[in-house]
Structure formats: C-alpha cells, structure tokens
C-alpha cells in the first residue's frame, strides 16, 4: 500500500515532506516485520529535517558549492574554523519540534564535505577535532528527543568529497576509477562502513537518510552489507530507499510524483 505524506517547508531549521512507501528490502526480510517496524512511521505524517553543517558560517550551497567550483575546496574548508555551535540549544530545538506536533526529527551527522558532527574514531574531519565547538552536537540533541519521546533519525552521506580515498571530487575531476584501484576503495568502504556503525552504535537512530547513493551502485556500496549492519544493532530501524534499494521507504527530491513507486530498487524479494 502507498503511503503518501506532505511536508511544508517552513520550519526555522529546514522543514521536509517525505513521500514514503511500505516496501521490502531486496534480500530475503519478513515482510510482516517490515509492516510492525514502519507502522510509526506511517502514523507520524510530519517530520522534521534539520541541515547544519560549516556551510552555515558563510551561507553558501552545503558540499555543493566547492564540487560545482564555486568556491575552492579549500576557502570551503576554512569555515571549520568559525564553527562554535555558540548558540546552539538542543533542548529548545526539541522543544519547538515537539510543539510543531512532529513525531521524528531528522539532522545532518555528516554531509558530502565529510565533517563527521560527532567525534568519528576514523581519521578524518570531525566537529570536536577540527572545530571550536569542540565537542559531540549529536549527543545532546538526540537525548533531547528521547526526552519529548521524538523518533529520532539520521541524516549520512555516503558519498565524501574530503576523503582522500573517495574516488570523486569535483564535478569535471576524480582522484582515480574504483576499478584501477580497488584496495583503495575497500579502504574508503571500511572507512564510512565504521563511521555508519559509530553513529548506530552510540545513538541508535530509529531512521536513517542516506544520500550519495548515485555515484556508485549497490555492490560497491555493499548496501546489503549495510542494511544488516544496522539492523542487527537495532532491528526496528528504518531506512530509506537511497541504500541502493535496500531501503524501506522512498525519498523523491526536486519533484511531487502523481503516484509513488511500487516498489523499492525494482527487484524486490
């Protein structure tokens, strides 16, 4: 059955509506516990998307403007160093969310730029490390939630610009081609593996929201590899469709389909 849920975009923090859509995932799942762990999900009708990130400190486009050569990687990595998180207040935000009538709220762990908002044991950017707020800004926000009982969800790229064993950069240039390097891609694939697992293993996210899944298909990604992962730590996770088809819901960006999909990936078991 479609499920179709409308948003406005109107909240402080950025405001999304979900399209979302009972389905199975592609390797072998009980659907009836498919159905248990989404019913919430299709009972909550409005969430709330927050974006932040270091594009904030200057308001340009987040990840976006160095890979579209608006603005050097480097100058865009500068605004690490104007990251306070000096007004910052969880608990409002969860307040005001809880006000809203919202039943989950989702927040950006980690965008394309690759600075990881909670203190990643990977070596890369890191709010805490690379950063003057200089401290986990998960943490307390999700325990805010927990206290106004809101769902709480994780917005992951997957894909990181930043890492030096990610083969993409910018738009009209890559480091190198996964198939001329493949011990260097395994790295990259342990290294934001971890990163999901760190994120799972401290906060447990009741859903995920990948992104960045179009640069690479779903057995490089191991999205199968990934989905069990995370469920095995928390089987009632949900997780959307930008998994590679490995997702329970789907997420259509820049467009308002007539009708949602029938399925997830198309070759659903």
């Not at 943490?139 to 064993?165: N, R, V």
């Not at 011990?183 to 960045?212: C, H």
Request: positive net charge; glycine residues 6%; hydrophobic residues 35%.
């Amino acid at each position: 059955m479609i499920k179709k849920y409308p948003f406005k975009n109107r909240f402080t923090l950025a405001l999304l509506i979900l399209f979302t859509i009972e389905a199975k995932a592609q390797q072998k799942t009980n659907v009836d516990s498919i159905r248990n762990k989404m019913q919430w999900f299709d009972d909550a009708k409005l969430g709330i998307f927050i974006h932040w990130g270091m594009y904030y400190v200057n308001g340009i486009d987040e990840s976006w403007s160095f890979h579209n050569k608006k603005i050097s990687h480097a100058d865009y990595m500068k605004q690490m160093k104007g990251f306070t998180a000096s007004k910052y207040d969880p608990k409002a935000w969860a307040a005001l969310i809880k006000e809203t009538g919202a039943r989950y709220a989702v927040i950006t762990t980690k965008h394309h730029d690759g600075l990881a908002l909670w203190p990643t044991k990977q070596k890369h950017f890191n709010v805490v490390a690379n950063t003057p707020a200089n401290r986990d800004v998960l943490q307390p926000f999700y325990a805010a939630l927990d206290k106004e009982g809101i769902k709480k969800g994780a917005y992951f790229s997957l894909i990181d610009w930043s890492h030096p064993d990610y083969p993409g950069f910018l738009k009209d240039s890559s480091r190198y081609k996964v198939a001329d390097e493949p011990m260097r891609w395994q790295r990259f694939q342990q290294f934001f593996q971890s990163q999901i697992n760190e994120i799972n293993t401290a906060y447990k996210p009741d859903l995920w929201w990948f992104v960045g899944d179009w640069e690479h298909n779903a057995d490089e990604w191991q999205a199968e590899k990934v989905r069990a992962q995370i469920l095995d730590k928390k089987p009632t996770a949900i997780i959307n469709g930008r998994l590679q088809g490995y997702g329970d819901y789907d997420t259509p960006e820049q467009n308002f389909p007539a009708t949602g999909p029938s399925s997830i990936g198309g070759n659903c078991a």
